[in-house]
Structures are given as structure tokens and as C-alpha cells.
């Protein structure tokens, strides 16, 4: 199977070209010709299976005919909605170099930067847009933004907009949106609430199921560390005197705790940045390209930052915590292994984290393997709970679990 069985026009085949890909991924296979018929998708899908070419192909092919045919407009014909800032981007990325030879306007517009540039480019026409809820909703209140000529709409990652709270922000751009359009809905793991979601705006839809959330992609290698709390510091700065560790995403669980983190190996002359909401997009966007092109060799992340973060090559993860949501692991550690590539993925346990550990035991139906004889072994290095533990464990993990994981 290649690119041209699936219906792709030759300026599309010539970017994939220039772009080194060869064979299309699962989800492209399946979605590319869906998508060219006009169908409505339920794609459940995690990052790293190629579901933005999935989504962005089709879309390009499908509104470049338009252009051919002489039906244009300055009108916006189609819309990716994205929960974070760095998928915004990355998504625009995509269309950019996809769409290299197809002579479409594309706009990623999200928060945390002036709309200055951002209004500027709307006025000169887009075709194609990106967008974060917020900034959206924000543009369209401003009359910037009008979704009255919406052909494609794009959900992506729908479970992560219902964890980050976007659920009513989506509900009220789909609100705007032509009841007559195509709909391509994307999410990693289909909650009841998504499920729900997914059935108030699509129309018999072609359904794809990819790689099931709980799969952990067989090329990651884990490992699973029991160390204490207050080692875990020192166990990084050992593991990362090891050369072999080319690259490292970082997780942990607080933007304090990235921060700390990153200061500590700063001192000990790694090349390190952090992360996180609250960093400036400017500041977030550097770092990331940074790590991108080996100028650094970590970079320390909290989950809302990294989401979706596509680095080629990156040799590992590391969560200096685990997740509240075991899932989260999941998406995590896909950071590493991408596209058939090794990685590993390295986890720390403390006591206090035994639990959690636990939960995503069970949800990837495996258990992570132990390293065993570190140099900051923690004395009780199994999964085994504290006896008698002094407060009842929720008390313990104050804080840690958030709504999301209670309504689990
Ligand atoms: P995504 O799941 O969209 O985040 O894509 C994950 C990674 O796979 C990105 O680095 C893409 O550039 C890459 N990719 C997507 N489709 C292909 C393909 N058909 N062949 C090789 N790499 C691909």
C-alpha cells in the first residue's frame, strides 16, 4: 500500500515525498479515503500513529479540488480545533508541509501571545484554520473569525480538551458551526462523556480504532526505578552521566517542580530547559526547538506542556513522577518509539506512588520491569503498600488525584 492507492493528488504525493514518507500509517490508510468521501470519522487514535497527515491530507486534497474547480473564497473552509498551544503549532507545521505545492492559506492562532499578528493574518484570508477554544472563541466574539462556511471540522484529542476542562468552549465553537459540514473527530480514549460528545456531532460516522490507549508501543523498553522522594534528584543526575541517554523528556507533575528540577541540573552543567503554563509561549516555543535540534539534551516538561510534542528521536522519557492518570503514562512514554524508532522510557517510584504505579500495571495489562541494584535504592523496592501506613493512602496523596481521576 502506498500513498497514490489512497487517492492523493500528485502535489500531495510530491510533498510526502520531501517529507521521506513512504508507506502510510494504519490510521492513514484507513482515514485518507474516508475522509476524500466526505464521510464523517470517529477515530479513536493516539499521537504518533500519523493521525494529523490522516486528517490533514484528505483536508488539503479535498479543498485544493475546490480551488481548481474556481470555487474560491476568502471564507474559512475548514477547522481544526486542538486543546494546547504546541499542538496548535505543530498542526499548522503539518498543513504547511503537506500542503507545500497546493497553494492554501493556513493560520494556527491561539492564547497567550497578541492577537496583533494573529487578526492581521485572518484579514488577508485563510483557508485553513487552527485554533485553541479560547483564542477562538475570543476571535469570534471580536468578529475576526466567522464559522458560517465551515466545510471540514477537526476535533483533535477530545479526551484531552474533557481532562483540561474545554468540553463547554468546544460545545459552544461546534454551537457556530454550519449544521451541513463533514466532522473528523479524534481522541486517544473514549470516555462515556466523549462517546457522548462524539454522537451529538456526527453523522454516521467511519469508524477507526488504531492503537488502543492502553497499548504501550512494543519499542518503547521500560523500566520502573523505586527510589525515594528525596532521591530522585541525584538518581537523574546519575542516570544522565550515562552517554547513552542522547536525549530526555522529563515529566513531572508540578510547573514549581519542573522549574526546581531544571535549576538542579542547570548546576550541574546540563543542558536543560523547563516547560509549562507558566512559561511564555515565546519562552516554550524556543525551548521546544531547542530540544528539537540537540541544543539541549533535556527538557523538562509538565503533561499539558508536552502534549502531543513531536521530536524525532527522542531516545527517552523520563517520569521523574508518575501521573495521576494512568493514562497519561501512556501518552507519556508514546513521546519515545515513534514511527517504529527505540526508545525507552524510565519511570521513578516512590513510596507514596506505589499506588499509582499500580493503576498502570493494570490498565497496560503488564508490569513495568524493576531495575534493581541503583544506587539509590529505596529499602521496600516492590509493590508492595506500607503496612500500616500512617494516614489511610488518599490522605497521603493529597492533591495528587485530581476530578478527572476521581470520575474514572
Ligand atoms: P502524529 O501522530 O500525527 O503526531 O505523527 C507522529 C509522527 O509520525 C510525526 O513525526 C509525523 O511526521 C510522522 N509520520 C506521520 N505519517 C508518517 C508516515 N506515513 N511515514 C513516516 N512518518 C510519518
Not at 502535489?11 to 515525498?17: E, G, N
Not at 510534542?309 to 503514562?329: Q, R, W
Amino acid at each position: 500500500m502506498d500513498f497514490k492507492n489512497l487517492g492523493l493528488n500528485a502535489s500531495l504525493l510530491k510533498a510526502l515525498q520531501s517529507q521521506g514518507y513512504t508507506q502510510p500509517t494504519p490510521i492513514q490508510q484507513q482515514a485518507i479515503p474516508a475522509v476524500l468521501q466526505n464521510k464523517d470519522l470517529l477515530a479513536c487514535a493516539q499521537t504518533g500513529t500519523g493521525k494529523t497527515a490522516a486528517f490533514a491530507l484528505p483536508i488539503i486534497q479535498l479543498l485544493h479540488q475546490q480551488k481548481e474547480t474556481g470555487k474560491t473564497s476568502r471564507a474559512i473552509k475548514a477547522l481544526v480545533l486542538t486543546p494546547t498551544r504546541e499542538l496548535d503549532i505543530q498542526i499548522e507545521e503539518s498543513f504547511k508541509a503537506y500542503g507545500a505545492y497546493a497553494g492554501l492559506k493556513h493560520l494556527a492562532v491561539y492564547g497567550g501571545v497578541s492577537k496583533f499578528h494573529q487578526v492581521r493574518s485572518l484579514q488577508q484570508g485563510v483557508d485553513i484554520l487552527i485554533a485553541t477554544p479560547g483564542r477562538l472563541l475570543d476571535l469570534i466574539m471580536q468578529r475576526h473569525i466567522s464559522l458560517q462556511q465551515i466545510e471540514i471540522f477537526v476535533l483533535d484529542e477530545a479526551d484531552r480538551m474533557l481532562d483540561m476542562g474545554f468540553i463547554t468552549d468546544v460545545q459552544k465553537v461546534v454551537a457556530k458551526l454550519p449544521a451541513k459540514r463533514q466532522t473528523l473527530f479524534f481522541s486517544a480514549t473514549m470516555p462515556p462523556e466523549i462517546v457522548r460528545l462524539s454522537q451529538s456531532m456526527l453523522h454516521n460516522p467511519f469508524k477507526i480504532e488504531i492503537t488502543p490507549v492502553s497499548s504501550t508501543a512494543e519499542t518503547v523498553e521500560q523500566a520502573v526505578y523505586f527510589v525515594e522522594k528525596a532521591d530522585k534528584r541525584s538518581l537523574l543526575i546519575h542516570l544522565l552521566k550515562n552517554n547513552e541517554i542522547e536525549s530526555a523528556l522529563v515529566f513531572t507533575e508540578t510547573k514549581f517542580g519542573a522549574d526546581k528540577l531544571c535549576n538542579a541540573l542547570h548546576r550541574e552543567n546540563i543542558k536543560v530547559q523547563a516547560i509549562h503554563g507558566n512559561k511564555s509561549q515565546s519562552e516554550r516555543q524556543k525551548a521546544l526547538n531547542n530540544f528539537k535540534n540537540k541544543d539541549l539534551r533535556v527538557l523538562v516538561a509538565t503533561d499539558i506542556a508536552a502534549r502531543g510534542i513531536d521530536i524525532e528521536s527522542l531516545s527517552h522519557v523520563i517520569n521523574f513522577e508518575l501521573p495521576n492518570i494512568p493514562e497519561t503514562y501512556v501518552h507519556r512514554i508514546g513521546r519515545t518509539g515513534r514511527a517504529g524508532a527505540s526508545g525507552k522510557a524510565i519511570s521513578f517510584c516512590g513510596m507514596e506512588e506505589k499506588m499509582l504505579l499500580r493503576d498502570i500495571h493494570k490498565l497496560i495489562a503488564q508490569s513495568i520491569p524493576v531495575m534493581q541494584n541503583h544506587p539509590f535504592q529505596m529499602a521496600d523496592a516492590s509493590l508492595s503498600l506500607p503496612a500500616r501506613p500512617a494516614m489511610p493512602y488518599r490522605s497521603l496523596n493529597k492533591g495528587r488525584r485530581d476530578k478527572t481521576f476521581r470520575q474514572r
